[in-house]
T-cell receptor
Framework: AQRVTQPEKLLSVFKGAPVELKCNYS??????LFWYVQYSRQRLQLLLR??SRESIKGFTADLNKGETSFHLKKPFAQEEDSAMYYC????????????FGIGTKLQVIP | GAVVSQHPSWVICKSGTSVKIECRSL??????MFWYRQFPKQSLMLMAT?????????EQGVEKDKFLINHASLTLSTLTVTSAHPEDSSFYIC?????????FGPGTRLTVT
C-alpha cells in the first residue's frame, strides 16, 4: 500500500522567510513523487516532480530515499506562494493511481 | 501542456435525482481517467479508475451502482451520481495520466439539496 504523510495542515511564514513543507511517504516499490499546488478557486496544477529535478517558482524538492521524504523548500517566501500544497506519490511504470497527502495550507504573511 | 475539461463546473440538484459529469481530454487521448472527490478542507480521495473499452475499477468503499462511470471514447469519461443525497455534495475532479505527470480537470462542484 502507498501512503503520503504531510504532518502540517497549516504553515504560516512571513514574507521573505524560508519555507519547508514536509512530506514523507511509504511505498515498497519505486515511486514517482510530485508536488501539486492549488491556488484559491483554481484547479490543481503540477509544481514539481522528482524525476526532473527542476526548480519552479523558486521551489525545490529532493527525494531522500533513506528518509522516505520529499520535502518542498523555498529560500524566500512570497505572498503569491499562499496556496494549498499537496504531496503525491505514483508507482513507477504505467499509468497508475496517484495517492495524495492531506495537503498543507501555506500562508505567507506580508 | 495537456488540457482536461469538465462539464458542468457546478451543479445543484434535488435529492433523489441523478447528475452526470463529463470529463474530456482536449488535445490528447486518455485510455485511463481517474475520478477523485474532494470534501472541503480535505485532500483528494480516489474514487475510481475508468478505462476506455472496459469496466471501471472502484476503490474500496465506493459504491459502483451509485457512481456510474463510462469511458465511452479516448477523450471522454463520464461520472453519473445516481439517486444523489446531500452527503454526495462534494467537489469531483477527473484526471488523466501521462508519462511523468497527471493532468487535472478544473473540477465540478455538486450540491445536493
Amino acid at each position: 500500500a502507498q501512503r503520503v504523510t504531510q504532518p502540517e495542515k497549516l504553515l504560516s511564514v512571513f514574507k521573505g522567510a524560508p519555507v519547508e513543507l514536509k512530506c514523507n511517504y511509504s511505498y515498497s516499490g519505486s515511486p514517482e513523487l510530485f508536488w501539486y499546488v492549488q491556488y484559491s478557486r483554481q484547479r490543481l496544477q503540477l509544481l514539481l516532480r522528482h524525476i526532473s529535478r527542476e526548480s519552479i517558482k523558486g521551489f525545490t524538492a529532493d527525494l531522500n530515499k533513506g528518509e522516505t521524504s520529499f520535502h518542498l523548500k523555498k529560500p524566500f517566501a512570497q505572498e503569491e506562494d499562499s496556496a494549498m500544497y499537496y504531496c503525491a506519490l505514483r508507482p513507477s511504470g504505467g499509468y497508475q493511481k496517484v495517492t495524495f497527502g492531506i495537503g498543507t495550507k501555506l500562508q505567507v504573511i506580508p | 501542456g495537456a488540457v482536461v475539461s469538465q462539464h458542468p463546473s457546478w451543479v445543484i440538484c434535488k435529492s433523489g435525482t441523478s447528475v452526470k459529469i463529463e470529463c474530456r481530454s482536449l488535445d490528447f487521448q486518455a485510455t485511463t481517467m481517474f475520478w477523485y472527490r474532494q470534501f472541503p478542507k480535505q485532500s483528494l480521495m480516489l474514487m475510481a479508475t475508468s478505462n476506455e473499452g472496459s469496466k471501471a475499477t472502484y476503490e474500496q468503499g465506493v459504491e459502483k451502482d451509485k457512481f456510474l462511470i463510462n469511458h465511452a471514447s479516448l477523450t471522454l469519461s463520464t461520472l453519473t451520481v445516481t439517486s444523489a443525497h446531500p452527503e454526495d455534495s462534494s467537489f469531483y475532479i477527473c484526471s488523466a495520466p501521462s508519462p511523468g505527470e497527471q493532468y487535472f480537470g478544473p473540477g465540478t462542484r455538486l450540491t445536493v439539496t
